[in-house]
């Protein structure tokens, strides 16, 4: 089992819809948990970071996290064609590192 | 605005080469890190260094070294560059508490071994 595990998609949705992306993790101690979002050809940047259960809202982002079930997810709402991207869910497993999902590729639609 | 600079683009080098990819951050960022992204397998850890001249193995270490002689340049060496080398290498810096601090990558060089 991977410990970190994402769909790899590719996750179609419409242009305005929610795109949900889930993630889930197999290390129970884990406490801090990251969406980093990677255009084709460049670099991942962060989009949101989330530490406590619930829900995390920026944006038209929210991260949603429930460490009893062990998982992690990112709704985008009103989804844009410029949120085409692969979309990588990482965990912390020190201070110093951090264990990544493969990602998922999200299109979106016009 | 963090930058960090990845000192190659692309890189062709044959099997056998010593091959070194340089990396260099200008917001004094303690950590610093190199990454390689396969198809499928995501981001994976070669090595970190949380200061000059530290440096700790990551999850694939083998068949690469790394140099932190100043705090703001962190070198990744190939000591003899085989096919299964061939990858994207990302580098990567942050503040001290990770869990706080997100990683700023540059833009990556994608090696070749032939």
């Known amino acids: 089992q991977k410990e970190v595990e994402q769909n790899s998609g590719p996750l179609s949705v419409p242009e305005g819809a929610i795109a949900s992306l889930n993630c889930t993790y197999s290390?129970?101690?884990?406490?801090?948990f990251f969406w980093y979002r990677q255009y084709s050809g460049k670099s991942p940047e962060l989009i949101m970071s989330i530490y406590s259960n619930g829900d995390k809202e920026d944006g038209r982002f929210t991260a949603q996290l429930n460490k009893a079930s062990q998982y992690v997810s990112l709704l985008i709402r009103d989804s844009q064609p410029s949120d085409s991207a692969t979309y990588l869910c990482a965990v912390n497993r020190s201070n110093y590192q951090l264990i990544w999902g493969a990602g998922t590729k999200l299109i979106i639609k016009p | 605005d963090v930058k960090v600079t990845q000192s190659s683009r692309y890189l062709v080098k044959r099997t056998g080469e010593k091959v070194f990819l340089e990396c260099v951050q200008d917001m004094d960022h303690e950590n610093m890190f190199w990454y390689r992204q396969d198809p499928g397998l995501g981001l994976r850890l070669i090595y970190f260094s949380y200061d000059v001249k530290m440096k700790e193995k990551g999850d694939i270490p083998e068949g690469y070294s790394v140099s932190r002689e100043k705090k703001e340049r962190f070198s990744l060496i190939l000591e003899s560059a085989s096919t299964n080398q061939t990858s994207m290498y990302l580098c990567a810096s942050s503040l001290p508490q990770l869990n706080n601090s997100p990683l700023h990558f540059g833009n990556g060089t994608r090696l070749t071994v032939t």
């Open positions: 290390d129970r101690v884990s406490q801090s």
